[in-house]
């Protein structure tokens, strides 16, 4: 089982914590971790915005990911929502914690 982290980013509402627990009920997520009180500076329909958002950091499988990104983009109020799949080095990680997010997600 090859770990990954799902990092996404959200506006500071709700809508991010219901996707949370809806991924880690469905076992596509081992943990999914909200980090509140960001700011995102960014070009959009070639303005600059700036926007308050918080990050999402969801702990699963690679196997999941395809799952947890289209969980991710149903319940995302953006119409381009950040989503990046980052692969965990397993040789520098805890193993009892990836095995962990093994047993959660299979």
């Given at each position: 089982?090859t770990?990954?982290?799902?990092?996404?980013?959200?506006?500071?509402?709700?809508?991010?914590?219901?996707?949370a627990?809806?991924?880690?009920?469905?076992?596509?997520?081992?943990?999914?971790?909200?980090?509140?009180?960001?700011?995102?500076?960014?070009?959009?329909?070639d303005?600059?915005?700036?926007?308050?958002?918080?990050?999402?950091?969801?702990?699963?499988?690679?196997?999941?990911?395809?799952?947890?990104?289209?969980?991710?983009?149903?319940?995302?109020?953006?119409?381009?929502?950040?989503?990046?799949?980052?692969?965990?080095?397993?040789?520098h990680?805890?193993?009892?914690?990836?095995?962990?997010?093994?047993?959660?997600?299979?």
């Amino acid at each position: 089982m090859t770990a990954c982290l799902v990092y996404s980013t959200w506006p500071a509402d709700d809508v991010v914590s219901a996707c949370a627990r809806d991924l880690v009920e469905a076992r596509l997520a081992a943990c999914a971790t909200i980090i509140d009180g960001g700011r995102s500076t960014f070009r959009w329909d070639d303005q600059i915005q700036e926007e308050a958002e918080c990050v999402l950091l969801v702990k699963t499988s690679l196997n999941q990911s395809d799952n947890v990104r289209t969980a991710i983009v149903a319940a995302h109020p953006y119409d381009l929502p950040c989503i990046l799949v980052l692969p965990i080095d397993a040789a520098h990680s805890n193993p009892a914690f990836l095995a962990w997010i093994a047993k959660e997600t299979e």
